[in-house]
């Protein structure tokens, strides 16, 4: 019996998480939830996986949970609570699914308990990708990426040896704005960049689907979970989504790993690793596909992706400020607040005016982050 703990579990994957638990009973218990707000949903997952404790981020919320269950299950709230939960280490997986830098400290803290990480949160790699994976290392912790992307390059990668790689490729649908160019995407509404055509997701990855953001955090991830350099991480544009990702050899050939395109696939995977559960639930029929495409990305439009690579080679913190500025700019952008195409100029105004920190520890990283955050708050209110 697998016991698992769901950070952030009325999201996309903590939703798929839980419908992964459903069908597979006897091998799968959630110990443990966290939401930030989203009481009503939680309530029902108390009722049906009963877990032994959950955690409510907003404290206003996490009483009023409280009024409504009494002692079903224990409540903790605050990013406290997240901490304690992680630290009691009565679980045997972490699934990191909570969105934005709210991740980092309770994943560094399953990681402390030796932990399996299932990771979705993409913010962790980014803000702190070295700190991550040395602490990984020192605790032995596993760490299974959950992103379709990464999951794919994990599973390609099973077996072979890093110095056979020639490059890894990344592919991306293209999102809601495919072929569009800049001056299409000038009078872009909040709707239009929330329809992705492929993917049900939470609005922020959503947006940053549509910005190709969502992409350029993948490279930035793939840069520490493959030890690779930024010139291994080729990204290619397919509009299917069947073809997850690709690995290219020195020889010429290529691993590739596909499926319809559906999270459950990555999250089970990275649950039951190294044994693949009988699964009957996602088909893949090649029978029904007419074409599978690629095509290399337009970064004079997608200017987030280029900006992703480039921090890379800033290293330091630039990172951090990056992800730090690409959340508030998405939350100012569905907020009505500015538009679209300035989600990247504030991106840039930020790693331009705010100090990177070279060989930053994790006291420096949560400091870089508040810097960023205010900086763009008093500067775009």
């Not at 903590?14 to 799968?28: K, M, Q, Y």
């Not at 309770?106 to 990771?119: D, V, Y």
């Not at 070295?130 to 077996?159: M, N, R």
């Not at 649908?173 to 709707?191: C, D, E, H, I």
Request: a negative charge; aromatic letters at 8%; proline letters at 4%.
């Amino acid at each position: 019996m697998k016991k698992i703990l769901v950070l952030g579990s009325t999201g996309s994957i903590g939703v798929n998480t839980l419908e992964i638990a459903r069908s597979f009973p006897d091998e799968i218990q959630i110990v443990g939830l966290s939401v930030n707000k989203r009481i009503d949903e939680l309530e029902k997952q108390i009722a049906e996986f009963n877990p032994a404790a959950v955690v409510v981020r907003d404290t206003d919320q996490s009483a009023e949970l409280k009024k409504r269950i009494g002692n079903r299950c224990e409540i903790l709230s605050g990013d406290e609570g997240l901490l304690e939960i992680t630290g009691r280490g009565n679980y045997d997986i972490l699934v990191s699914a909570l969105v934005g830098f709210a991740g980092l400290a309770p994943t560094i803290e399953a990681i402390k308990q030796k932990k399996r990480i299932a990771l979705a949160n993409k913010e962790t790699l980014v803000t702190a990708g070295e700190i991550i994976i040395e602490l990984s290392k020192k605790y032995g912790a596993e760490i299974i990426p959950v992103d379709s992307e990464h999951s794919a390059i994990f599973q390609c990668l099973i077996g072979e040896e890093k110095k056979n790689i020639h490059k890894i490729i990344l592919t991306a649908s293209g999102g809601p704005f495919l072929n569009k160019k800049k001056s299409g995407l000038q009078n872009v509404t909040v709707q239009e960049a929330l329809n992705h055509p492929n993917w049900k997701m939470g609005n922020k990855i959503t947006i940053d689907s549509a910005t190709m953001m969502n992409k350029g955090l993948e490279v930035i991830e793939a840069f520490w979970l493959f030890n690779l350099s930024r010139e291994k991480i080729e990204v290619l544009i397919h509009p299917q989504s069947v073809v997850h990702s690709m690995v290219q050899f020195n020889d010429g050939s290529i691993k590739a790993q596909l499926s319809s395109p559906d999270m459950k696939l990555p999250i089970l995977f990275a649950l039951t690793y190294p044994e693949r559960y009988v699964f009957k639930e996602v088909v893949t029929d090649f029978k029904k596909l007419n074409m599978l495409t690629f095509f290399e990305p337009d970064f004079d439009t997608f200017v987030c992706l280029k900006i992703a690579y480039d921090v890379i080679s800033q290293g330091g913190t630039a990172p951090c400020i990056l992800n730090a500025a690409n959340e508030i700019a998405v939350e100012k952008f569905l907020s009505g607040k500015i538009g679209f195409m300035q989600i990247p100029e504030l991106i840039n105004d930020a790693l331009d005016n705010v100090k990177n920190y070279s060989n930053p520890d994790l006291e420096t990283i949560i400091q870089s982050d508040c810097q960023t955050r205010k900086y763009l708050v008093n500067k775009y209110i």
